[in-house]
């Protein structure tokens, strides 16, 4: 089967780091991908990894081992804005299809 | 910024109703989606298509149907609406060879 694991709820501090993590068990490895998604809108891409290792994009990072099936989103020096849902969803090997995780819901408190 | 529109953003409709939601992207994108999301819930694909004339039924099995006549229209139809049809409805593109989707502002469907 093919199967996304993220923990459901985290809650950070104003200026910390906080970071989400992601397993995955699916048929077919061609990417893996970070959205954010604000309760009521549209998820909005944040990040792709397709090989391993980090990709840093300003405040955002993202880490990827295909070995271990297994991915992080890594946020700095959180806003309140932050908070948001973090959804890990990864391409397998049926076309462009994506299957998502359930998303973590992140609290950022002042 | 992707250009991808749904109408309408809010609906709400009695049982047995016939629907369409509609979506259009702008970018000449081949390959489009629907999924369903309730809230706290993951996205469920629900229909997808890689070009004209080409749909596929997704992950999760849904009553709507689905067409691609044109590149940049891929409405969902629903011939008979349900309460259990209440739910968020969300369209996506991709144009890339990696695959990132787009995804329009939603359709918040309430069936009473």
């Known amino acids: 089967g093919q199967n996304i694991d993220q923990p459901t709820e985290m809650t950070a501090t104003e200026g910390a780091i906080v970071q989400i993590n992601c397993t995955y068990q699916t048929s077919g490895f061609n990417g893996l991908f970070w959205y954010q998604q604000h309760a009521g809108e549209a998820p909005t891409f944040l990040s792709y990894n397709v090989l391993d290792g980090l990709e840093e994009k300003g405040r955002f990072s993202s880490f990827l081992s295909r070995s271990k099936g297994y991915s992080y989103l890594l946020l700095k020096e959180l806003q309140m804005k932050d908070s948001a849902s973090y959804l890990c969803a990864v391409r397998g090997n049926q076309g462009g299809k994506l299957i998502f995780g359930q998303g973590t819901e992140l609290s950022v408190k002042p | 910024e992707a250009d991808i529109y749904q109408t309408p953003r809010y609906l709400v409709i009695g049982t047995g109703k016939k629907i369409t939601l509609e979506c259009s992207q702008t970018?000449?994108?081949?390959?489009m989606y629907w999924y369903q999301q309730d809230p706290g819930m993951e996205l469920h694909l629900i229909h997808y298509?890689?070009?004209?004339?080409?749909?596929e039924k997704g992950d999760l099995s849904s009553e709507s149907t689905v067409s691609r006549i044109r590149t940049e229209h891929f409405p969902l139809t629903l011939e008979s609406a349900r309460p259990s049809h209440t739910s968020q409805y969300l369209c996506a593109s991709s144009g890339t060879s990696w695959g990132e989707q787009y995804f329009g502002p939603g359709t918040r469907l309430t069936v009473t």
């Open positions: 970018m000449g994108h081949d390959k």
């Open positions: 298509s890689y070009g004209v004339n080409s749909t």
